[in-house]
RNA sequence: GGCGGCAUAGCCAAGUAGCAAGGCGGCGGUCUGCAAAAUCGCUAUUCGCCGGUGCAAAUCCGGCUGCCGCCUCCA
């Protein structure tokens, strides 16, 4: 299969390191707020690509980090914990208001259908090993502590900036943010820091350097290096750890082992609402939880989400998740009907390879779901496959798709529901339209429609 | 200032050199007591604009316009 590597810009072949198992490791959540649907679909776009390396056959063990130790609201030492105003806006201490979110956040994931992580690390649990890691690098020279902060030297790195692409000599120090005058360099980032300007953060560790907290691009370094080891096949995120939270990533590791790390980086566009970004702080927020208030299910998000490329920005709105809910609801009542049939007609052998075969291809061209689910559709219409065929090929899809069309099933009909039905027949068969529109009216209401066919009438869930 | 992305029908969105996928919506037919559902058909002679290179361009090159992102925390 063929992936896009942002370290490369260029799709390449991909190839794990080892037979036994592709190492994979994604950014996970900074737990100080409900996951938007934004977030989710990054998440969504990592559980796509380990699907897919998983129907071809691939073991993969799966690293995800929670970040539950405080984020400061920039890398300059300003602004303030995202965890700590959590924990002040909701009354709660930082660990509770990170152990609610990551809850829930799990909780979500489970209800998109993202597949669990093997390994789940909280940040809060590896302190000790950023500090012994943070040693080593001062020991190499590759950062140097200043009034009990900790900062990695870029100049030090000469292959700084390889996975942004931005000159080093370019970056405009200063620009948006407050120069951090204890740095060498103003490129340079924090490591540790005990000299913070916030010195009533409650979240502190002891140090070597004084008491206080790791900087911001350590955890997933050591965590990564602590579950994987020296090298890592593919670690995912969202576009905008490229130029800051990835490249940090690269050097801390890259300084400390002493050789190239990992092999691919791989990176999911945003979901735009109103030709923006997507974000915790404008508009309405946008999670599982205020899409549900609007009758929307998480499935129905996850077909949004397959509808588009992952490197491709998304135009979210509910117009378009209303076309997404549509679209999932008619495929769930097209397979059920596929499923009810089961009428052994002759397939078409080679059409049904040649559709298998162009699925292979969709997937295998960088994750390239659109025009997978495309054939979707090519199926339900076709007219030479039988329909075991058809869910056959249906159900092998899902595998990727991760819509649960394997366990889509009809629910049953309520007694009362069965004998409104009845009643509304004999009515019909006595032409009295009218008690028989009232009853289907009582049926609607109950969330059952109608159908009234030559032989009887047919009965369906309203949704 | 630096780096990068995007612009395809009413909406979402594939395609990246050889007659413009798919879904939603809309319109029309069949069916029906009326409906609903289902089903069939239709729904971009054209891919932001202007040039260029090709037998051939939405797809490559140049220019222009518009929108967006990153270089602070962020998926």
């Not at 490129?187 to 070597?208: C, R, V, Y």
């Not at 117009?319 to 769930?332: D, G, H, I, V, Y």
């Not at 049926?443 to 949704?463: F, P, R």
């Amino acid at each position: 299969m063929n992936v896009f590597n942002t370290l490369t810009r260029k799709q390449e072949s991909f190839k794990p390191i080892s037979d036994d198992y592709v190492k994979l490791y994604t950014c996970g959540l900074t737990v100080y707020n409900y996951a938007h649907i934004g977030n989710l679909r990054t998440y969504f776009f990592e559980d796509i690509l380990r699907r897919t390396l998983e129907y071809f056959d691939y073991r993969v063990r799966h690293v995800m980090n929670v970040t539950d130790v405080g984020h400061l609201e920039s890398d300059a030492d300003t602004g303030e914990d995202k965890l700590v105003l959590g924990a002040r806006r909701e009354g709660k201490t930082p660990e509770e208001v990170a152990r609610f979110y990551e809850k829930i956040f799990f909780e979500d994931l489970v209800a998109m259908n993202i597949l669990q992580p093997h390994i789940i690390c909280r940040a809060s649990e590896y302190i000790n090993d950023m500090i012994e890691f943070i040693k080593v690098l001062i020991e190499k020279k590759y950062a140097y502590e200043v009034e009990g902060n900790v900062y990695f030297s870029i100049e030090r790195f000469p292959e700084y900036g390889r996975l942004s692409g931005m000159p080093v000599d370019k970056l405009v120090a200063g620009a948006r943010i407050e120069i951090d005058s204890n740095k060498r360099y103003p490129g340079d980032f924090a490591l540790w820091l005990s000299k913070s300007k916030f010195p009533n953060q409650i979240m502190q560790w002891e140090s070597p350097w004084g008491r206080g907290f790791p900087g911001w691009h350590i955890e997933c370094t050591v965590m990564s290096i602590k579950c994987f080891g020296e090298h890592l096949d593919i670690h995912c995120g969202g576009v905008d750890h490229i130029a800051v939270h990835h490249t940090n990533e690269i050097a801390q590791a890259e300084a400390y082992l002493g050789h190239r790390w990992c092999n691919y980086w791989m990176h999911g566009e945003w979901l735009v609402v109103a030709k923006e970004k997507m974000s915790k702080s404008k508009g309405e927020f946008l999670d599982l939880r205020a899409i549900a208030k609007n009758g929307y299910m998480p499935m129905h998000l996850r077909y949004l989400y397959l509808t588009a490329h992952y490197r491709q920005q998304l135009e979210f709105s509910y117009e378009s998740l209303t076309a997404a809910k549509n679209a999932f609801e008619n495929l769930r009542t097209r397979v059920l009907e596929l499923k009810a049939i089961n009428e052994p007609v002759d397939s078409d052998r080679m059409l049904k390879e040649n559709i298998q075969a162009k699925f292979w291809d969709a997937i295998a061209d960088d994750l390239n779901m659109p025009v997978a689910l495309a054939l979707v559709w090519q199926i339900l219409k076709d007219t030479g496959l039988s329909s075991v065929d058809k869910l056959d090929l249906l159900e092998d899809f899902d595998r990727v798709f991760g819509l649960g069309i394997s366990q889509f099933s009809r629910r049953d009909l309520p007694d009362d529901c069965k004998i409104l039905i009845r009643e509304r027949e004999n009515v019909r068969q006595r032409k009295n339209w009218k008690e028989a529109d009232r009853i289907r009216q009582l049926l609607t209401e109950k969330g059952v429609g109608i159908k009234d066919t030559a032989h009887g009438a047919e009965w369906y869930w309203l949704m």
